[in-house]
């Protein structure tokens, strides 16, 4: 097979972070720290991703002076919907919605409003044009991820493709693979699996045995979510596969570094926006909808291809790391105001 032929680092990426300017006074309701409440309300909770993201929520919502309730219904939509009551019974000013299904949050979200709650929703759509989506431009996580395989392995190869239906950053990534795949039909999908069960790593590993078994000739794996790479790894890894496959994941965090370094890994490429700062971006959004200003209906924060080849050669071995090296990873200039304190860096 053609082995990896991974991009390096364009010299723009490693361009100083500009400074940024000074905090102005704080608009109302933000004049009285500790008298704005917000809630987020999570759907997924598992893994390095969703830790960071919850990082960078806290971080965000202490630079501002808010109270911050953090409701966890670890994958149970009827709970998560339930718990979005429970924001309003609290009286929050503001709720942050973190993934889930559309069919359980969109009624819970449009009672958030009616309720005179401002809210923002990330990675789930809820149907509701009062609720700005906030998101990682799934489909060039996806996107950016498959030309990697391109550039690495050409347009004719065979994949094995990681995905569960129905939760909206996948549903966006998969767009990108039905599209990659039909424009170059020398690209085969030799099998399909997935599930969100917990452990994912593990649930996601004991189905990938099965299919490498079944499929020796697959290739290229696309697990466009870490979790999903981690257990793709572990399989490979015990069939002592991984001078054969190459895999292709999206989100990125220290332990995922630390896969993707290991000697001969087989997890060569990732697409990723810093959880963290996704998760200051949410709370921002949802600040400037409380301070009365205009926010658009889709707040992007752009991704990053980062590649084995590029953590290996500048010795990244952290997400601080990371940051320091791509300053583009480190912070997002989306949904900034002036009065807007950020955390520290």
């Given at each position: ?9 364009s ?16 608009p109302?309701?933000f ?17 390095d ?21 953090v ?11 339930d ?26 979200a ?58 909206a ?18 690209i ?24 490498l ?74 600040a ?21 080849s ?12 990371l ?9 997002a200039?989306?949904s900034?105001?002036?009065?807007m ?5």
């Open positions: 097979m053609m082995r990896r032929t991974l991009l390096r680092l010299g723009a990426a490693l361009a100083v972070l500009p400074a940024l300017p000074a905090a102005a006074e704080m109302a309701p004049d009285a720290p500790g008298e704005v409440k917000i809630a987020l309300v999570r759907y997924l909770s598992t893994g991703f969703f830790q960071s993201y919850l990082a960078g929520v806290e971080a965000q919502s202490e630079a501002l002076g808010l109270d911050l309730r409701l966890d219904s670890r994958q149970d939509a009827a709970l998560q919907a718990m979005v009551d429970q924001a309003i019974a609290l009286g929050v000013d503001g709720i942050i919605i973190q993934h889930g299904l559309t069919e359980s949050m969109k009624e819970a449009q009672r958030a409003v009616e309720a005179g709650i401002e809210v923002v929703a990330f990675d789930v759509d809820v149907e509701n044009d009062a609720i700005p989506q906030i998101e990682q431009s799934d489909y060039l996580l996806g996107k950016l991820a498959l030309d990697q395989a391109m550039a690495d392995h050409g347009d004719a190869f065979t994949a094995g493709y990681v995905y569960v239906p129905g939760i950053p996948l549903d966006r990534r998969d767009v990108a693979w039905k599209e990659v795949k039909e424009a170059n039909p020398g085969t999908e030799a099998a399909q699996f997935g599930t969100l069960d917990n452990p994912i790593a593990n649930s996601v590993a004991n189905q990938a045995r099965s299919v078994q079944a499929n020796p000739t697959i290739e290229v794996m696309f697990a466009p979510y870490d979790e999903f790479a981690k257990g793709v790894k572990i399989a490979v890894d015990e069939a002592g596969l991984s001078q054969d496959i190459d895999i292709y994941s999206a989100d990125i965090s220290t332990a995922d570094i630390a896969a993707m370094r290991e000697p001969d890994s087989a997890w060569v490429a990732t697409v990723a926006t810093n959880p963290a700062v996704v998760g200051e971006v949410s709370v921002r959004t949802l400037m909808m409380l301070a009365g200003e205009e926010v658009e209906a889709s707040v992007v924060v752009p991704p990053t291809l980062i590649t084995q590029l953590l290996n050669e500048e010795d990244i071995k952290n997400i601080e790391e940051g320091a090296k791509m300053p583009q990873f480190r912070h200039d989306v900034m105001t002036d009065w304190p950020l955390p520290p860096r």
